[in-house]
């Protein structure tokens, strides 16, 4: 029996893969769309500040905070200044306000804190794709709570989920060994209701406490499918899985 061939390229050879003119035109079409959004957005950017003479510009993508609150801890996590914290609005009004960001684009990032810890965050979702109809919906979120929320999962067009080392080590509180085990089991959950394992990407911050983790991350991210997405609390650096 012929030995089945791995779908996945590893880090180590990252480097050493040329791209073949196939894998460039593929990638060029698959662009497409976002390329024409761009040259939309410039012209219509272009008409508002020469003519119309504005500074109000329609942006690229929206991040939309949901709440502040959250069930970790993260060393690296911003939100945990309650002067800059807002305060929830009701179901209805987030809805409204989500149609009125839809007018000036059609790509919406939802976040938190943790997103999944708001009562009404899958009405808010479904809203989000179903009624105002946005073309890309992500949501952040740190994958612990999902299966208590599955709804979101047949609404969003991709999840990006935190998960910054594979072990668990209870010495070491920022690798999360509380909740490391229900985040894998919810990201198996997510991967069969989103129908694509390339809809979810793992965030991952890089730190010096995981630095001999981050390969065996984006191994591991090779081997179930996902979008690696690696950043330190400095600078963001992004890098994709590569298939065979």
């Known amino acids: 029996m012929a030995e089945k061939k791995a ?5 180590s050879a990252l480097d ?3 791209r073949s003119k196939r894998d460039l035109l593929r990638g060029l079409v698959r662009q497409a769309p976002f390329v024409a959004k761009n040259f939309q957005l410039y012209f219509r950017n272009a008409w508002r500040r020469r003519v119309l003479r504005t500074k109000v510009v329609a942006p690229y993508a ?3 905070y949901v709440t502040h609150k ?10 945990k200044e309650p002067d800059v914290f807002s305060e929830e609005l009701p179901t209805r009004e987030t809805i409204r306000l989500l149609k009125r960001i839809r007018k000036e684009t059609d790509s919406i990032v939802i976040t938190g804190g943790e997103p999944t810890l708001r009562p009404d965050i899958e009405e808010l979702v479904e809203a989000a794709r179903f009624e105002c109809n ?3 919906l992500l949501l952040i979120t740190n994958g612990t709570l999902l299966d208590r929320k599955p709804r979101i999962l047949r609404a969003v067009t991709g999840l990006v989920v935190s998960l910054d080392a ?3 080590d209870p010495t070491n509180p920022l690798s999360k060994p509380a909740a ?7 990201l198996e959950l997510a991967k069969e209701l989103l129908g694509s394992p390339r809809r979810i990407t793992i965030s991952t911050v890089i730190e010096q406490w995981n630095v001999s983790e981050v390969e065996r991350l984006l191994d591991w991210c090779g081997e179930q499918g996902f979008v690696f997405c690696g950043r330190s609390p400095r600078r963001w650096r992004k890098c994709r899985t590569w298939r065979c």
């Open 7 to 11: 779908n996945f390229v590893p880090v």
């Open 16 to 18: 050493k893969r040329p």
């Open 62 to 64: 929206v991040t939309f």
């Open 70 to 79: 959250c069930n970790l801890a993260c060393s690296y996590c911003t939100q």
């Open 134 to 136: 946005y073309r890309s």
């Open 166 to 168: 594979l072990a668990a």
């Open 180 to 186: 490391l085990p229900k985040v894998l089991e919810n």
